[in-house]
């Protein structure tokens, strides 16, 4: 199985507020509680920008530290104390920029010559997003359902290649998001990573969108899809409103899943979605679960290796594999069913 999953979750983010029509500023702003900044940046104009801002030669040797900081560790001051401004926000502005800005200088510098996998080009992620995700989709949610959960999905999945990693980072809400994508990218690239702690990821999920290494589309662990996954993450994060579905019994995501059992949701939606793909009858998925139950379970120490297995064993006994997996996922606290473990 992969290496790892992160998905970044904080309760305190805010929609990102739309640029006014006219609009001269280039860079948009926003502060969570934490004092995280996130940033969308317009690529046009970025050369004005980079005229304003950018002046490096003049760095105090304190900012050249936070950056260095920034790169090393992909943390930074939420304060941006050593930025100057009147207030947090311009501090937070330009500090933000700065450390962005060399964010990106320093992985176009390590991938001059990247390209994209073979694989990747002219593929049109939306109906390749769809067609993997739609039995998800159909085993969990309820027909009048399934198109809205299911369009938004379809345009999700966002691979990181080398046309398009510049915006991405550029364009990542938060920075520490931008940082963690920059070393997914470069592991996918064959380049050194900008440290050697940073987390050994092929993807991520933030909001609504997927996050994927290219590494997508080498030779991987029979029971490994890492869209699927990524996306599985996205059912429990996303609110019903932000695709435009009204909340049912106060449930305010699109799926309802304990807490600590994201992961072990995420990585049995993987496992279940690899079995159908691979076997074409019930006796099929029960030889194909008896293989990924002898083989290596999840690299992360939120799942329980045998609560990750019977949850999969359930699923495929079960008719709706699916509705399966999200039973047995959900809170038990009375108002759901919940599983109890073998003993190992």
């Known amino acids: 199985m992969k290496t790892g ?10 929609p990102l507020p739309a640029f006014p029509p006219g609009a001269p500023d280039l860079v948009q702003q926003s ?20 005229a ?11 900012q050249k530290a936070a950056i260095a900081q920034y790169l090393s560790t992909g ?24 450390l962005r800005d060399a964010l990106v200088s320093s992985v176009i510098s390590r991938t001059p010559y990247a390209t994209a996998r073979q694989e990747l080009r002219g593929m049109d992620l939306a109906p390749f997003a769809r067609k993997k995700l739609e039995p998800m989709v159909r085993g969990l949610f309820s027909r009048r359902e399934q198109q809205a959960v299911l369009d938004v999905l379809a345009h999700s999945v966002v691979f990181l290649t080398p046309a398009i990693i510049e915006d991405v980072l550029n364009q990542s809400r938060y920075l520490k998001t931008a940082w963690i994508l920059s070393n997914i990218y470069l592991a996918s690239c064959g380049s050194e990573r900008l440290s050697d702690d940073a987390p ?16 997508y589309f080498k030779p991987n662990g029979q029971f490994d899809d890492f869209v699927v996954h990524e996306a599985a993450h996205i059912l429990h994060n996303c609110k019903r409103r932000t695709i435009g579905l009204p909340e049912i019994g106060g449930r305010e995501r699109l799926l309802d899943i304990e807490f600590g059992k994201r992961e072990t949701f995420a990585y049995a939606c993987e496992g279940y979605s690899r079995i159908r793909e691979l076997g074409r009858s019930v006796a099929a998925y029960r030889e194909l679960f008896l293989k990924l139950e002898n083989g290596p379970t999840p690299p992360d120490d939120r799942v329980i290796a045998r609560e990750y297995l019977d949850v999969l064993s359930l699923a495929v006994a079960a008719r ?19 599983l109890k473990i073998r003993p190992g």
């Open 31 to 50: 502060f969570g509680a934490s004092g995280e900044v996130y940033c969308s940046r317009k690529t046009e104009g970025i050369g004005c920008l980079n």
């Open 320 to 338: 709706n594999g699916w509705k399966q997996i999200l039973q047995n996922c959900q809170p038990s606290d009375g108002r759901h069913a919940s």
């Open 52 to 62: 304003l801002y950018s002046s490096r030669s003049r760095m105090s040797n304190s």
């Open 200 to 215: 050994d990821l092929v993807g991520l999920s933030e909001d609504t969108t997927c996050y994927v290494s290219m590494d």
């Open 5 to 14: 999953t992160l998905r970044l979750t904080r309760t305190t983010q805010k």
């Open 75 to 98: 943390e930074h001051d939420p304060l941006f104390s050593d930025w100057p401004g009147a207030h947090l926000a311009a501090r937070g502005r330009q500090g933000a920029f700065e």
